[in-house]
Nanobody, 122 residues
Framework: QVQLVESGGGSVQAGGSLRLSCAASGRTFSYYAMGWFRQAPGKEREFVGE????????YYADSVQGRFTISRDNAKNTVYLQMDSLKPEDTAVYYC???????????????WGQGTQVTVSS
């Protein structure tokens, strides 16, 4: 079982940037594709993007394409989410998770971290 801990959240103004980190422990991190999700108050958990085991293939949700960048450092057992040009609608708790099945729904992922809050003010 992989354990995940997110960090790097905070409060920024619209147009600003944040970099989230997700540190993994447990089984070999490089064996797994990783995903980022977010959940705003009163809304369902939403897929943000994912990265394959080597980092050679990355996929983003349309809502963040061109503004967010996912990367990973397997030597550090860490996956990153660089968020630029942030908008108020990006406000949410952000989670990382391990991909275990095909698909972009939360049910395809597991080993969720505790989440980190991102708040974007206008």
């Amino acid at each position: 079982q992989v354990q995940l801990v997110e960090s790097g959240g905070g409060s920024v103004q619209a147009g600003g940037s944040l970099r989230l980190s997700c540190a993994a422990s447990g089984r070999t991190f490089s064996y797994y594709a990783m995903g980022w999700f977010r959940q705003a108050p009163g809304k369902e958990r939403e897929f943000v993007g994912e990265i394959n085991r080597s980092g050679s293939a990355i996929y983003y949700a349309d809502s963040v394409q061109g503004r967010f960048t996912i990367s990973r450092d397997n030597a550090k057992n860490t996956v990153y989410l660089q968020m630029d040009s942030l908008k108020p609608e990006d406000t949410a708790v952000y989670y990382c998770a391990v991909r275990y099945h095909l698909g972009t729904s939360p049910s395809s992922f597991d080993s969720w971290g505790q989440g980190t809050q991102v708040t974007v003010s206008s």
